[in-house]
């Protein structure tokens, strides 16, 4: 049985831009929404093809080279990518519309990531616990968490500029406090956005977040 809970040898940033197809990205949500149902570990080719009432040929036709990426590969891709246009994008819009509070707007615009797309969250977050706790995932996610890092500092750095906090020391270190906070509560809230745990994950996070802040911030 071919099971996709293993990345291909073929690696890939997982910042880096891909082009997929029409087609790659049906599978793709389907895949994603399949996941989210059943599992990660539980989907199969045969269970994906029955699902998107394709043939079996056609998704080895997109994703069964064994010299390029799986389907696993590509889907994360595919949902690093979608959240980092996703967050780019509410974050400017804040900023533009004056309605900018520093991480809480960045914790609230991932979590809303998660209401809007829960099937590309739930493979997000997935991704996140492996990389967090199995040494080849962390490989392969080297890329992605420096960037939410990154992004996490030029918010406090944002902040700073408005106003909205004082100068804070060592924003490095800062940002690598915060990203544990907010991921680690998204994790434990499973990303289930329909469990009340995840209201209660998003208002901890932004409350933890506030206080380490304000031990960061210069007398």
Known sequence: MTTLDDFSHYKRKFTEQIILSEKQIYIIEGYLKLAEKIGVPNVTFQKLADELKISLGSIHYHFGNKDGPNILDCAILHVSQESIKYINFYLDRTLFQQEFKGIETYIEILYNFCRSYPHHGRLWL?????SLFQSKERESNQDYIPLM?????????LG???GIYKQLRNTENLSEKLHSIIIGALIISGGDNSDPNFEMAQQNAIENANAVIKTHEED
């Open 160 to 162: 700073i500029g408005k």
């Open 149 to 157: 890092r990154e992004r996490i500092e030029q918010v406090l750095t």
């Open 126 to 130: 997935y991704f996140y616990y492996l």
